[in-house]
Nanobody, 123 residues
Framework: QVELVQSGGGSVQAGGSLRLSCSAS????????MGWFRQAPGKEREGVAL???????TYVDSVKGRFTISKDNAESTSYLQMDSLKPEDTGMYFC?????????????????WGQGTQVTVSS
């Protein structure tokens, strides 16, 4: 049974940093693409960052240069380091994973989701 367990998040002032973690279990095979998504109140869930099974990364334009996604393959854990946070980064953050070599940064491409963690950035 696939399970994604998130940790991290919280509240921080603008300009601060937070780190999110997502530990995946239950995947068979060696392919694992992991992504991070966020959802603000009243808005649709949007992709933030993705690391393919190959190690290649993709970021939404609004976080480029501020967020860094990484993955520990041995631990099947993804990290999202968020620096220079802005109030508009506020939202519920979800990790997602698929046992594929590549996966698009879109919610419909993922069947497996973490429980979500709140990130609040105050001005």
């Amino acid at each position: 049974q696939v399970e994604l367990v998130q940790s991290g998040g919280g509240s921080v002032q603008a300009g601060g940093s937070l780190r999110l973690s997502c530990s995946a279990s239950g995947f068979t095979g060696r392919k694992l693409s992991m992504g991070w998504f966020r959802q603000a109140p009243g808005k649709e869930r949007e992709g933030v960052a993705l690391i393919h099974s190959t190690g290649e990364t993709t970021y939404v334009d609004s976080v480029k240069g501020r967020f860094t996604i990484s993955k520990d393959n041995a631990e099947s854990t993804s990290y999202l380091q968020m620096d220079s946070l802005k109030p508009e980064d506020t939202g519920m953050y979800f990790c997602a994973a698929q046992g594929t070599l590549y996966c698009p940064l879109h919610p419909v491409a993922y069947n497996n989701w973490g429980q979500g963690t709140q990130v609040t950035v105050s001005s």
